[in-house]
């Protein structure tokens, strides 16, 4: 859902730009979910790591939020 949203965003955009370091919340069920994410870590070919973390007071098992990942190279590529 908002990893797909994220994954469509240019490379600049998500490593070093405006996207970096978000917040943000989506309903989901009827439930408001917030939301933060942040690049953190580009590899030596220039892939950035791209992390979003759930920050709700959710329930889970064993209390684990869950976060959603991905690389994203130069030319748009998604990868996890």
């Known amino acids: 859902m908002i990893g797909k949203e994220y ?12 996207l970096d370091e978000s917040r943000g919340e989506f ?3 009827g439930v408001v979910i917030s939301y933060s994410a942040h ?3 580009v590899k030596k070919n220039g892939d950035a790591a791209f992390c979003i973390d759930v920050n709700a007071k959710i329930s889970t ?8 990942q991905f690389y994203k190279t130069r030319d748009g590529k998604v990868y996890y």
């Open 7 to 18: 994954e469509q965003k240019a490379y600049k955009e998500l490593c070093g730009g405006a």
């Open 27 to 29: 309903k989901h069920k």
């Open 39 to 41: 690049s953190f870590k």
């Open 61 to 68: 098992f064993v209390g684990i939020k869950p976060s959603y």
